[in-house]
């Protein structure tokens, strides 16, 4: 059987740096709040009309391949994480493939919110170990920053999110002992409604009934503690899965790049680990919460960092909507 082997990373985010003093002038919070309950300090949210979810996908694939490689023309297979949408559909991966010309590549979208990249990654890893598809891009692609309130009512959840995306190519190798080693995908749907957005919805379409209006249906809504609390359960146990399946221990981890969706999860899951926070990527502090893009842009600036060296061993993990939540463990 084959292995599939991540040969590039790229990220892009939109220019706008958005300050927690900006947030200030907007609704009822602070500087403070925000850095002690989160880590966030500034986030990226694109200026109106500047980008869409498929373009920031493009631009990061572009950065991807450069750095793999990999001429478009080689990918087999699209897999694309949003968990939102530039239109109610088709979704994203079509409009990207259409940027990227090539006609014909399957584009698969995935919508599973914090673990839509990781998720990707284990889709396009099965294809590849099977000999279906020699090359692979993964993409996780975001614009939360329209769809969010942003007013006090909002707080809790707008002052967390930003937009971006990454990507990775990923290719077929006959290297046992590199590249995805194993993935671990879990949800648990009788949460669904802790973290979750009721629009777009057939419920709520021009035809059924015009309540476009109305925030409780229009925008996202989050039991934060609650999802806190799972978060800091869930990431541990999938990585631990990971390990234990391939018979590696915590000690043997390099680095670990969790979904950036709070510091303080972060460092609970690192404490719970016992692995140093000196081994645990976050760069949530510049981008807040990028849902399916927190991943893969956390991974291509661990890598420009020089983090992930040649036979590093990561571990990709993942907790959110869903609820779901995912781990991969990597041999660079
Ligand atoms: O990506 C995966 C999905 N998301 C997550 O993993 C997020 C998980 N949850 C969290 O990160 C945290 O629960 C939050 C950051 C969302 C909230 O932090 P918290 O420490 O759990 O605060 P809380 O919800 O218990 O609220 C504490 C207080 C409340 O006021 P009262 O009732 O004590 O008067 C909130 O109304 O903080 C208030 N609050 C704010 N104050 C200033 C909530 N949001 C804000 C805000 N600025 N932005």
């Not at 609704?27 to 300090?41: F, L, Q, V």
């Not at 990781?118 to 598809?133: H, N, Q, R, V």
Request: aromatic share 10%; hydrophobic share 40%; glycine share 10%.
């Amino acid at each position: 059987m084959k292995n599939s082997k991540i040969v590039g990373m790229g990220h892009f985010v939109p220019e706008q740096v958005v300050t927690n003093f900006d947030l200030e002038k907007m609704m009822d919070t602070s500087d403070a709040w925000i850095r002690e309950r989160t880590g966030i300090e500034t986030r990226r949210w694109i200026r109106p009309g500047e980008h869409t979810i498929y373009g920031l996908g493009y631009n990061a694939s572009k950065l991807a391949l450069e750095r793999a490689g990999v001429d478009a023309s080689e990918i087999e297979l699209i897999v694309f994480a949003s968990v939102l949408a530039d239109h109610g559909f088709p979704g994203g991966g079509c409009f990207m493939q259409e940027q990227l010309g090539i006609p014909g590549v399957p584009a698969i979208d995935i919508r599973n919110a914090c673990s839509g990249f990781t998720y990707a990654l284990s889709i396009a890893d099965k294809f590849i170990k099977t000999g279906t598809y020699k090359t692979a891009l993964v993409v996780g692609a975001e614009i939360q920053s329209t769809g969010i309130d942003r007013t006090t009512r909002g707080r809790d959840i707008s002052v967390i999110f930003g937009d971006g995306a990454g990507a990775a190519v990923v290719v077929a190798t006959d290297d046992p002992q590199k590249g995805i080693l194993t993935t671990h995908m879990h949800a648990d749907g009788r949460y669904a409604k802790k973290l979750w957005c009721d629009w777009p919805s057939i419920h709520y379409t021009p035809a059924v009934k015009q309540v476009f209006d109305d925030p409780e249906h229009n925008f996202p809504h989050m039991d934060g503690r609650y999802v806190f609390k799972h978060a800091v359960t869930r990431f541990p146990e999938v990585i631990m899965e990971a390990l234990q399946a391939t018979g590696y221990t915590i000690e043997d981890l390099d680095l670990v790049i969790p979904h950036q969706a709070n510091l303080r999860i972060t460092e609970a899951v690192a404490q719970r680990l016992g692995v140093p926070m000196s081994k645990v990527f976050s760069n949530i502090q510049r981008y807040g919460n990028t849902t399916a893009a927190s991943v893969p842009i956390a991974m291509s600036e661990a890598w420009e960092q020089g983090l992930i060296k040649d036979d590093a061993l990561v571990c990709l993990a993942s907790f959110g909507g869903g609820f779901t939540w995912a781990s991969l463990l990597v041999r660079f």
